[in-house]
């Protein structure tokens, strides 16, 4: 390895220091070089040289100077990369303009950062007050079912999130962030107004799961409108009230901050894990049951808990199977109910324990309509009343089937939008949003299924059947098998929920709030003010209203169903927009979770629309219904409306419209994809002389995106027709058997260069322009006297700099691998200057063809002494991992060294070669025209002007033979001074100081390159600047600096971007 480069390693020590900086106080108006402090940028010609004393030049002045014209507008490497790496990536909460900055966010880990907040907010109140009443009345086989099915759609739903969540950072705003800046924002504001009506919802549902816990199952003595276990709506009504209360008691405590909500997570978080803990406990600890929940039967009905359960004169029942109207209780058994009469009381125990044998019986069915007695048999004259009073006998509230129990579960497997939430607040988000959440819902969901299965086992069904436990004195079943004691899973189910409930209401005002500031709903622009504290009180009150609107359905199971709509709507957009990136392939698609596919997505969009429509159809199609009239909103706010006759009018409208909206600006970082436009050299019969230039295309697109093929002919049009068509049909072919999905066209003009200047300019139409072109190498520059050999060639690269379009030149394109064969080994990045990420965007949508799948890719960056290359290493592997590419990654420590006298020789030859050129380039116009000149010098005129007499082929018309042959001898004797004197210049010719600093550039890194990628199938490397003037000199010496730095590399593409950002680490 030579000695003046090195390549660093990375070590844990190593100065953390801010390499590369500039100190802006050195500019003034006049624009200076950041590569040479103090110096004012020339025009670029060569005859300038910039005269600075070598010891006080820094690395990049003495080994990176052949790009020293690029660094003014395109940055060198390690300017930039220490500011990329180390983003930051959250989005400022709202607040105003005047409020104080926020303090640093807390980098959270997987566990506490994603795991543990999803595994809050899927737990809630489902679990605690309908988990065993879903068992018992669906059986333990279709229980399963409607886990299994809920817990699937998550699933998959978090595999779609994680692939979204990992493309990118995710600011806060979950997935209306995700699918609005994927979907666009038409699906991304629909979307987002269903996200927002779902947590909304949720925290009504919340709210009331906590009234009725603390109503029904620790304080019923508190009912405002009497005893609800004789009717059913005083229960609803005491829920309506105290939900009302405790709504606005929850809503004034956020929005007077955060931080409680913060601090009470933690504690509800706890509560939850405690509770579930302690169910586990208690039904291995009940494993052979407990005598201590004892119920009442009458016959085969269900009875509410008595003190007494026998049917002796004298006691609780009958005194109420016995009652007269008179308020009399009778004496005979034959005055009492009939059903009392003919069956008998036996007392049932409500746990039966594992050990019992029940697993079995428990695993049938129990649907039943509204208003049915709740019996241990499907004898009708058990479970139907006949029209006689029910007494306290224990009634089924609610229609109950499989569809209608799905509806109900499902809010309980929501939540799995935590960790993306919270993405800002991670130190590695790409990592612990995929492994937290996929983690939680794995988690949640053996939780479940366990649960549901020892539950089959554990309990009676007549209990789990008997919805609020009137049967055992309104005890909770799943808190009467716990331990210690039922108070624990009492006191932690309502601070979770409760918790849960303020979670909500934190979130939907914010989400809200993001809505609107993005400002694709009009209406909404008002509630993204915020109070003087960062506050969303407008979005707050409005969520209090919505969520009050819930409350008032009273009942728990009626609002669920409502709440899985919004939330299966919403998981269906994610599942869609992971299907559609991944079909669509689009460039900035690069998701660093790789266990994804497109066909798991629509297996979750096809969950998601299943389990909606099986809940409710009709709740289904309003949920649809609301996401179409807000997207159709969005869609054609103040557009202009077009109607059509037929399919072709439909198209055409189509298309109108797509354009118009694709020229509204430029498209985003994103969304940046090379529309590539060929120029192709067409050989004397016309037919493409380069066709690998379309085999390129078609691999770097990969069948996306715009592809136009042109050639200009030099001619006039009305003459040169009939050969424009034949080289349109020729490049047509070409595109063809390239398999290149595109366009193909000519232009004749009577310059070739002007022709291509046309094309750059006028190529195109609306925003489906070109932002690429693809030009081949003049391989015969040197062999040829003719300056034109390269003129086209620079002029191009200068008009396609001036349009600010990207350019790569490939350069050894007949050795490019065509689109049949399959090559592996590396594909190596060399980024001297940033320029706009082009670099790094190529081999990324060249990987995604077949022939270079199997390809790594590397990427090397320059370091001089002055850089800190330990840490550079590290900043560009950590902004890679942000990019979402794998790639290795060196940086290479150009060591300063006096310029060699293999540089100072190579370019002195360049010159003498140029030099040899320029007097050889003579043509026999310019021949004839210094013969001229000579005969105008021996004859004076009044006039300091040449003759108008000129010279041609045929023979001299002087007067005299003498006068001739004097002319002669005189132009003989002048053409050998001019030769010798031409000889003497070159002997003495001194190479310009630019030009040897340019070439030291060239070798130097043209060493490096090829030791290090030799053996890559492909080498990708800035491409300099051009030269400003046009002086043949310096464009020839631009072209020899271009050959020295590319030579001994089979393949290479030089890359010059246009000057925009074309990649980015946002979703």
């Keep these: ?49 910039f005269m600075v004393d070598m010891k006080e030049m820094s690395g990049y002045e003495k080994n990176l100077y052949l790009y020293s014209e690029e660094m003014a507008d395109r940055p060198r490497v390690s300017m930039m990369i220490n500011s990329l790496a180390n983003y930051n990536a959250t989005i400022p909460s709202a607040e105003e303009s005047d409020a104080k900055p926020s303090a640093p966010r807390a980098k959270l880990g997987t566990l506490m950062g994603v795991y543990l907040p999803c595994i809050q907010n899927i737990f809630g109140v489902i679990l605690f007050i309908r988990m065993p009443w879903i068992v018992g009345t669906a059986g333990g086989l279709l229980a399963f079912t409607i886990v299994f099915m809920c817990c699937c759609t998550t699933f998959l739903t978090g595999i779609s999130m994680s692939a979204i969540a990992t493309n990118g950072v995710v600011p806060a705003g979950g997935s209306y962030f995700m699918i609005s800046r994927s979907l666009g924002p038409e699906f991304g504001g629909a979307v987002g107004i269903l996200f927002y009506t779902a947590t909304t919802v949720a925290a009504a549902m919340y709210i009331i799961g906590a009234v009725e816990i603390f109503l029904t199952y620790m304080a019923p003595m508190l009912s405002i409108f009497g005893d609800f276990t004789k009717d059913p709506s005083i229960m609803y009504n005491n829920f309506r009230v105290y939900g009302t209360v405790l709504l606005w008691i929850m809503c004034t405590i956020v929005s007077i901050g955060v931080a409680f909500v913060s601090k009470f997570a933690a504690i509800a978080l706890a509560c939850v894990i405690g509770s579930i803990i302690a169910i586990l406990i208690g039904i291995f600890y009940n494993i052979g049951g407990t005598e201590k929940l004892q119920m009442c039967i009458l016959g085969a009905r269900l009875l509410s808990q008595v003190d007494n359960c026998t049917k002796e004169p004298g006691y609780d029942l009958w005194s109420i199977y016995c009652a007269k109207e008179n308020n009399t209780v009778a004496q005979n058994i034959s005055e009492c109910d009939p059903y009392f009469q003919t069956h008998e009381v036996s007392l049932r125990q409500a746990i039966v324990g594992l050990a019992s044998g029940e697993f079995t019986s428990n695993l049938g069915s129990h649907f039943m309509e509204e208003g049915k007695i709740i019996a241990a048999t499907d004898d009708p004259d058990d479970y139907e009343s006949l029209n006689n009073p029910t007494y306290n006998q224990i009634l089924i509230d609610i229609t109950t089937s499989f569809t209608v129990l799905v509806g109900i579960f499902f809010p309980s497997c929501t939540g799995i939008m935590a960790g993306s939430n919270r993405s800002g607040d991670l130190a590695d988000a790409q990592k612990s949003i995929p492994v937290g959440t996929l983690a939680a819902i794995i988690t949640t969901s053996v939780v479940y299924l366990s649960y549901l299965l020892l539950f089959t086992g554990s309990y009676d069904v007549l209990l789990m059947r008997d919805k609020f436990g009137y049967s055992v004195g309104g005890r909770l079943a799943i808190a009467a098998i716990s331990w210690p004691n039922e108070w624990v899973i009492l006191v932690g189910s309502l601070l979770s929920t409760v918790g849960a409930g303020l979670q909500s209401l934190t979130g939907a005002p914010r989400l809200m709030q993001a809505i609107s500031k993005d400002g694709i709903i009009p209406f909404l622009l008002p509630f993204a003010k915020s109070s003087a504290r960062g506050e969303p009180l407008r979005a707050l009150l409005v969520t209090g209203c919505i ?195 595109g366009f193909v066209d000519t232009l004749i003009a009577k310059n070739i260069t002007e022709g291509i200047s046309h094309i750059i300019q006028t190529c195109g139409l609306g925003g489906m322009k070109p932002n690429t072109v693809i030009l081949g190498w003049p391989y015969g520059w040197r062999h040829s006297p003719d300056e034109r050999s390269w003129r086209v060639f620079l002029d191009t690269v200068r008009n396609v700099s001036a349009a600010k379009m990207a350019l790569l030149v490939p350069k050894g394109i007949n050795f490019y691998p065509d689109s049949m064969s399959k090559v592996s080994g590396t594909i190596d990045i060399w980024w001297i200057v940033h320029d706009g990420g082009l670099l790094m965007l190529l081999p990324f949508l060249l990987r995604q063809h077949k022939v270079w799948k199997n ?52 370019t ?160």
Aim: net charge neutral; aromatic share 8%; hydrophobic share 40%.
């Design 1 to 49: 390895m030579s000695e003046r480069f090195k390549v660093s390693s990375v070590g844990d020590g190593g100065p953390q220091t801010n390499y590369g900086s500039i100190d802006n106080d050195e500019f003034d108006d006049r624009a200076v070089s950041p590569v040479l402090p103090g110096t004012i940028i020339t025009d670029g010609a060569d005859d300038k040289p």
């Design 547 to 741: 969520c009050q609107l819930a409350i008032l359905i009273g009942n728990l199971d009626y609002i669920a169903p409502i709440l899985s709509m919004f939330f299966l709507m919403c998981y269906g957009f994610v599942n869609l927009a992971c299907a559609l990136q991944t079909l669509l392939r689009t460039p900035n698609w690069r998701p660093r979770f790789k266990y994804y596919h497109w066909s798991l997505s629509f297996v979750g969009l096809s969950l998601c629309i299943t389990v909606m429509f099986m809940t409710s159809w009709y709740y289904a199609l309003l949920a649809m219904l609301i996401a179409g009239i807000i997207y159709k909103y969005i869609e054609f706010r103040g557009a202009e409306k077009e109607w059509g006759d037929g399919i072709r009018g439909l198209a055409l409208s189509a298309a109108r419209y797509s354009l118009l909206r694709l020229e509204e600006g430029p498209p985003h970082t994103k969304n940046w994809r090379p529309q590539i436009l060929i120029l192709a050299k067409l050989t004397k019969d016309l037919v493409p002389k380069y066709k690998k230039l379309f085999t390129f295309a078609s691999q770097l697109k990969a069948g996306k995106g715009l592809t136009i093929g042109v050639s200009v002919i030099e001619g006039e049009y009305s003459k040169s027709y009939g050969e424009s068509h034949a080289a349109k049909q020729s490049l047509r072919r070409a595109m063809n058997e390239e398999k290149v999905k």
């Design 855 to 906: 390809c790594k890719m590397r990427i090397f960056t320059v370091a001089q002494l002055e850089d800190n290359s330990i840490q550079m290493k590290k900043d560009l592997k950590t902004f890679l991992y942000h990019l979402r590419i794998d790639a290795e990654v060196d940086v290479v420590e150009l060591m300063d060294s006096d310029i060699q006298t293999y540089t100072y020789e190579r």
């Design 908 to 1067: 002195l030859m360049m010159e003498q070669r140029t030099q040899m050129l320029k007097e050889l380039r003579l043509n026999r116009k310019e021949q004839l025209n210094i013969v001229q000149a000579i005969v105008d010098h021996h004859h004076p005129t009044g006039e300091h002007a040449a003759s108008k007499v000129r010279f041609k082929e045929e023979e001299p018309t002087l007067d005299s033979d003498a006068e001739a042959e004097m002319s002669g001898a005189s132009e003989d004797t002048e053409k050998k001074t001019s030769k010798n004197e031409s000889f003497k210049k070159l002997l003495t010719i001194k190479p310009d100081e630019a030009n040897v600093r340019r070439m030291h550039t060239a070798v130097k890194l043209n060493e490096v390159i090829v030791n290090k990628s030799h053996n890559a199938q492909l080498v990708i490397i800035n491409l300099p600047g051009p030269p400003k003037t046009s002086r043949p000199e310096s464009e020839s010496n631009y072209m020899e600096f271009l050959e020295v730095l590319t030579e001994g590399l089979e393949r290479v593409l030089m890359v010059r971007g246009g000057g925009r950002e074309v990649i980015t680490i946002y979703s």
